[in-house]
């Protein structure tokens, strides 16, 4: 992930969780965008081919969170914008290795 502005969320509370992602799976390149409601609005969630999701404001680049995807969340998000659209195969294999090889990377708020 390239040099971006920053939510104060991820200054004060999920920094670490950044830092590991960024240690150990990487960011990757964003591969697909869905737009959906969040907390306080509209968001773009963006998912990278390293199966990781990075939430970013609907009309800038700033960076609220991003978090290593659970399968069952990547699914649900192709098929709320497409009920027949399937998850690339790459990304599926991506994200059960993730789940299996490192679980310390998904919390339980996610």
Excluded: W
Excluded at 29 to 50: L, P, S
């Amino acid at each position: 992930m390239t040099k971006q502005e920053i939510s104060q969320h991820i200054i004060k509370d999920r920094l670490e969780r950044m830092v590991l992602i960024a240690t150990t799976i990487g960011y990757g390149n964003v591969i697909k965008e869905f737009v959906t409601q969040g907390k306080y609005g509209k968001v773009r969630q963006c998912i990278t081919d390293t199966g990781v999701v990075i939430i970013k404001e609907l009309f800038t680049e700033k960076v609220i969170t991003a978090y290593a995807i659970r399968i069952s969340r990547a699914i649900a998000l192709y098929r709320a914008e497409a009920p027949n659209e399937r998850i690339p195969q790459k990304l599926y294999t991506t994200i059960i290795n993730n789940e299996k090889k490192r679980p310390f990377l998904f919390g339980v708020n996610e």
